[in-house]
């Protein structure tokens, strides 16, 4: 179910105007979508959960409610996690990296973060094949 409020939003279902401070929307770099990259991690053991999308106004909900809110690219919608699961993401901390393009979002995870019911999105792909090579020493380097 969409949390839009109908007289703010697109036809797209995406919020025209967001109420994120002007401060922090200067901050970030944007993909051509207009979207961030969100990473979530659980707060205590630093794992890495998932990976959302963000739009001004999904960061201003998450950093406003307290709870996760990511935009659905596929479904062209505002989601918040545990809605319908009831696997919420209860936010400790949001941080912004160096360039801009990509947040980390410190939470505390309740149930699986992966809609397949896994606790990571992580583990259902697996690992891959990495090369056994040594990487070069950089100069200075103790070997």
Avoid: N
Avoid at 13 to 26: I, K, Y
Avoid at 55 to 81: I, M, N, P
Wanted: hydrophobic share 35%.
């Amino acid at each position: 179910m969409p949390q839009t409020d109908p007289s703010t939003t697109t036809t797209g279902g995406r919020v025209a105007r967001s109420a994120l401070d002007p401060a922090v929307a200067a901050r970030l770099r944007r993909d051509d979508a207009g979207l961030v990259a969100a990473i979530v991690q659980q707060h205590d053991t630093r794992e890495v959960l998932m990976l959302g999308w963000m739009d001004d106004e999904a960061l201003h909900r998450t950093l406003t409610t307290g709870r996760v809110t990511f935009w659905s690219r596929s479904r062209q919608e505002y989601w918040r996690k545990g809605d319908t699961s009831g696997h919420v993401q209860h936010v400790r901390a949001v941080a912004l990296d160096c360039d801009g393009d990509a947040l980390l979002v410190t939470v505390d995870q309740v149930g699986a973060a992966c809609h397949t019911g896994t606790r990571t999105c992580f583990e259902a792909g697996g690992p891959l094949p990495v090369s056994d090579a040594t990487p070069p020493t950089a100069p200075g380097a103790q070997p």
